[in-house]
């Protein structure tokens, strides 16, 4: 009689190996940029806009209640998308969370914390009214290169952001949009232009953000004109870090973007060297412009800005032994986009992703090693080898054990099953 394995045995063997690939497929850690929620105006006194300084009871430059909101809505959104990453209530080396040194930034930075950190019952510190626990956020030193505030000055940038904003395309499109300036000119009797856009752009559409003033926007002419301050808005920010062409575009990552996308590539390079036992999820709150600067940086800016608590998320994969890079917009509240670097594949491999990075690397910009990456980072060094099982390891060790466990069971069915069909042979025959 041949041994033959039970159909069940086979077909559990057969799923529990799909599933242990499927399962190395691991989150390992998650770098989140995000811009604050909707805030005051902060250029009324000097934008024609004064007016409207009364209306805003914590003064001017700071985040509305609706700016909170949304902030808030960020964080329960990340909590839900990387449930994985934040199971436990964040402590030291769970959550990292720094922010540029402005009061809009940190406030967005504390806001969407208590969204990403809900806290258990057990946890609650100040009776049952208060569902959030401080979790500490770091701050940017003004003393400190202030890398995530973007863009940084400079001789050299300087030199290239004059030559994009003085090109003949900026100059066509400055001209182009004489009708808005004009009006924009009635409204507030100060002359306005592609340079200067921003300190009346900022506020109106923070106007807009703020339901109980919608009125005022048709003292601007409406929503018409306020959609091309948008428009033009959209179009300064992206020059501030390219041109039309994308001529200069490497040549002002090199000083803007590619250094800050270098400082993540560092850390995710140290993340991925070390085993850990527990991924980290590390925030930063940034300005509206460091998001553009990145996005330019990436090859993805499509020239229209942000809108309020946008998120740049990149993801670190691990997959048997192997590392993959993926990033995703959100923009506002829109639908999550997966953004495709260059000619990298959208599961890009890690080493393809660096390689991309670091042609936006100026050669007098020094990189440091992998272990003080993850010390700027963690607070700590973290370059020591961690031999703990990782959570694939686990999961393989586990299948391999059912699949011996089921071996050796099957193994014991067939003799049993040959042992009594000889017992019954042999009986057949003394029966005779």
Not at 195 to 213: C, E, G, H, S
């Amino acid at each position: 009689m041949r041994l033959k394995a039970p159909r069940a045995v086979i077909a559990v063997a057969a799923l529990a190996n799909v599933l242990s690939v499927a399962a190395c497929r691991e989150l390992q850690h998650v770098t989140v940029f995000w811009n604050s929620g909707a805030y005051s105006p902060m250029y009324t006194e000097t934008n024609g806009l004064s007016f409207l300084t009364p209306y805003w009871v914590h003064g001017a430059g700071t985040m509305t209640n609706e700016g909170l909101k949304q902030s808030y809505a960020l964080g329960q959104y990340l909590h839900n998308r990387y449930a994985q990453l934040l199971t436990q209530p964040c402590y030291k080396g769970a959550l990292y969370v720094k922010s540029t040194d402005d009061d809009i930034a940190i406030s967005s930075a504390l806001a969407v914390v208590a969204g990403m950190s809900p806290i258990l019952q057990f946890d609650k510190w100040n009776g049952s009214d208060t569902a959030w626990r401080p979790i500490p956020i770091r701050v940017s030193s003004p003393n400190d290169d202030d890398y995530l505030s973007l863009p940084k000055g400079g001789d050299e940038y300087n030199s290239l952001r004059d030559k994009i904003f003085s090109s003949d395309w900026m100059t066509d499109y400055g001209n182009n949009q004489s009708d808005l300036f004009q009006t924009l000119y009635d409204k507030t009797k100060m002359t306005w232009n592609v340079t200067n856009i921003y300190k009346i752009a900022t506020d109106v559409l923070m106007i807009r953000q703020q339901p109980t003033l919608s009125l005022f926007s048709s003292i601007l002419g409406g929503d018409d004109v306020i959609d091309a301050l948008q428009q033009v808005y959209s179009i300064y920010l992206g020059s501030l870090f390219t041109d039309f062409s994308g001529q200069y575009t490497t040549a002002v990552s090199k000083l803007q973007g590619g250094v800050l996308l270098n400082r993540v590539v560092q850390d995710i390079q140290s993340r991925a060297n070390v085993s850990r036992t527990m991924p980290i999820l590390t925030g930063y709150s940034v300005p509206t412009t460091t998001m553009v600067g990145l996005l330019v940086t990436l090859g993805n800016y499509d020239w229209v800005a942000p809108d309020m608590s946008s998120a740049i998320m990149i993801e670190l994969y691990s997959n048997n032994g192997t590392y993959q890079i993926e990033v995703y917009y959100r923009n506002g509240v829109s639908t999550i986009n997966p953004l495709r670097i260059y000619e990298c594949n959208f599961s890009c491999p890690l080493e393809n992703f660096t390689d991309i990075a670091e042609r936006f690397l100026a050669a007098d910009v020094g990189g440091g090693s992998s272990s003080n990456a993850t010390a700027d980072v963690n607070g700590n060094d973290d370059s020591s080898d961690d031999s703990s099982i990782t959570a694939c390891d686990g999961i393989l060790i586990g299948f391999i054990s059912a699949l011996a466990v089921m071996s050796f069971l099957s193994i014991g069915v067939n003799i049993y099953l040959l042992v009594k069909a000889r017992a019954s042979k042999k009986s057949k025959t003394d029966g005779r």
